[in-house]
């Protein structure tokens, strides 16, 4: 039988180290109305943790949180997403404040010695605000990090796949800052801001860009295709 998964994301504000509320939204979905532990996993492993709940009915993960918190290095103003998976499992990714995965190195050590690298894999989130959906000026920034490691450069092709299967050629472009003295890639054309429109985003929806790997068949030249999931704010 299928288990039907639920998906939120969490910023870690002031306070996550001891104690995380859920989204409203989410607990209100939640048929385990008796749940009051957890197993939360993660590429280091499994941590089970107790789970709070307010009158209201808003839950928290409690005694067993702080633990998870240390072994993944965990900071203020990250991201988590989380996927459900039915009665008391969840697994969970990190992403760092600039949007790319968090990577933990475990190779010969156990989770409390694990670390995170700067090292970015094939997926990044980013939280919609003004600047994305400006109808004069929309552009979305690529991370530097991840378009380092997975060889994408301003003569790149980007096909973005949204939610409902729908495909969206774009164009990506690298401006530099004198101030800092770098440059940043970006998608800057209005093919970005059709995507932004169709999919209805607005300020605090969250998209988790999943770059699919290169078919040996088509080539280094071809498009690269990265998958976008949504999650409303």
């Known amino acids: 039988m299928a288990v039907k998964c639920s998906k939120f994301f969490k910023f870690l504000a002031p306070g996550f180290n001891t104690r995380l509320s859920l989204p409203v939204a989410f607990c209100s979905s939640l048929s385990e109305n008796k749940l009051d532990k957890a197993v939360i996993k993660s590429c280091l492993g499994s941590w089970h943790v107790r789970v709070g709940r307010t009158v209201d009915g808003v839950l928290s993960f409690e005694e067993g949180w702080e633990e998870f918190v240390n072994h993944h290095g965990l900071k203020l103003g990250e991201i988590l997403i989380f996927k459900h998976n039915g009665k ?17 190195d475990s190779k010969g050590k156990s989770p409390s010695e694990a670390t995170a690298s700067s090292t970015s894999r094939t ?3 980013c939280t919609m605000k003004k600047s994305h959906g400006d109808p004069h000026k929309a552009y979305l920034t690529i991370p530097a990090r991840f378009a380092r490691s997975n060889g994408i450069v301003a003569t790149s092709r980007i096909i973005l796949k949204d939610p409902s299967g729908r ?11 004198i101030s800092r003295g770098s440059h940043r890639i970006a998608i800057r054309t209005n093919g970005w801001y059709k995507f932004y429109e169709a999919n209805k985003l ?6 988790t860009f999943n770059l699919k790997p290169v078919s040996s068949k088509s080539g280094s030249k071809s498009a690269r295709v990265m998958d976008v999931q949504i999650t409303r704010g």
């Open 88 to 104: 008391r499992a969840f697994n969970v990714v990190a992403y760092e404040a600039l949007g790319s995965e968090k990577v933990y």
């Open 123 to 125: 997926s990044f989130a």
């Open 167 to 177: 495909s969206w050629p774009l164009i990506l472009s690298r401006w530099e800052s």
């Open 202 to 207: 607005k300020n605090g929806d969250v998209c």
